[in-house]
């Protein structure tokens, strides 16, 4: 569901888009998998942050781009206001997200704008927007107007890539050839190399726990204290000097996103992370830490990386995302991410009620066919491949049954009360118990050998469907029942049982 319908203090007039949007494949694949439905007493409004102990492909996920009303599908930046609104800065225009219907604000037709082609959001204090453009310098936008400062103003370069506001509400702009700008009772002070910073080119700033701010350029890590610059570089253990973003986690680590991987900065000791550690792509543009203290990173060519417990994750194009090249993190009131790309629109993860395994999570094959579960609560799925999947405590194990089955494709699975697996193929039936199989067909008395189901009822009868009727397994030997007066050769395509015991079959 949209941002703004999962948000409880929204406009009035806001409306939910989840049926819409549900009918609609984000991927547009078909794909078979095991799908797990989590049922919940969660009423509608209520929503799930993301899980952490989910996988990243396991989240919802979705995408608009131009043709849901995007105005260009490079997202430098992502916002949302006190009042719900979720802002995205794109190339070629900004737009307002109100969970249903963007609104597009432009030069040509909004009076104050200089530049489309926008790279940061800010919100101060008291409710400002701000936005900065490639061009045109910095936008202000309050009580639906705006108002730009460029060179006119003071601004020394309308290239304006970033904001910070520090605690007592100083507003700091990062421009590209114009150094560090202060903005302070509407005037602009300047630090640039002439003061003693690395590089004019700022790309981010950050203020950290202890009142220090931060400034990313492209010649280091500068730290401002008591009116001077500390410069920190590769020689104090930086991955790169080149730096794109700059963040701090709950414990007070800073992490820094470079062009050549990922470092923090931890009781005064630098530590790198590239690719050789995990990092699906070493240009680290973006970085974003969640509610839960997963930290993702948005790379340029690897995708999108979450950072738990010291090991490296990532969601790429080959996973579903809508482009590899990662300009913007977001998470919103609700925990929902929202990740801009170079090209390939804005894309949004969330918790759902329905989680998936397929392959990435470990199964064996993503064509399944059965489940089924034992009697010490683990789950055994029967895939297309042939291998007998186990899933305990969260992960799954694949089983080649020893001894080989009658056919390559699992198209059923039962287990019986002395914890005897039974494996139903396209070719016959088998029987897995105490590490021995034993295999079964027509020639023991099956009506097909094509098993379709499979089911031990509650007083200890197995029952077997066939593609030529249903038999039960009695006394050592295949008994074949009628289903309809007159006829035994129904394809039986499921069996279940009621409440008061009845069988129920399926035809």
Known sequence: MPILAEIPSLHPGF??????????????????????????????????????????????????????????????????????????????????????????????????????????????????????????????????????????????????????????????????????????DGKFTTYNTRSGLSNDRVRAIFEDRMGRVWIGTDNGLNLWRNGTFSLYTTRQGLSNNGILSIREDRAGNLWIGTRNGLTRLSNGKFTAYTSKDGLSNDIARFIREDRSGNLWIGTVGGGLNRLQGGKFTSFTARDGLSNDAVLSIYEDSEGNLWVGTDGGGLNQLLEGKVTTYSMKEGLSDSVVNSVVEDVDHGLWIGTAGGVVNRFVGGRFTGHRVKGGLPGGEITALGTDRQGGLWIGTRTGLARQFRGKLTIYTTKNGLPHNRISAILEDRWGNLWIGTQSGLSQWKDGGFVVRHINVGSSEEEILCLGQAAVGNLLVGT
């Open 15 to 184: 409306r939910s888009t989840r049926a819409r949007n549900c009918r609609r494949s984000v991927a547009g694949r078909a794909v078979f998998s095991l799908v797990v439905c989590l049922l919940s007493l969660a009423t509608a409004t209520q929503v799930l942050a993301l899980d952490p102990g989910r996988a990243i492909t396991q989240y919802q996920h979705r995408i608009w781009q131009i043709e849901e009303g995007l105005p260009q599908n490079s997202v430098e930046s992502i916002l949302q206001t006190r009042d719900g609104y979720l802002w995205v800065a794109t190339q070629d225009g900004l737009a307002r997200f109100d969970g249903s219907h963007f609104t597009i604000f432009k030069r040509e037709f909004d009076r104050g704008m200089t530049s489309n082609d926008l790279t940061s959001l800010f919100e101060d204090h008291a409710g400002n927007l701000w936005i900065g453009t490639m061009g045109g310098g910095m936008l202000r936008f309050k009580n639906g107007q705006f108002t730009s400062f460029t060179w006119s103003q003071g601004l020394p370069a309308n290239h304006v890539i970033c904001f910070y506001e520090d605690h007592i509400g100083n507003l700091w702009v990062g421009t590209l050839g114009g150094g560090l700008n202060l903005l302070k």
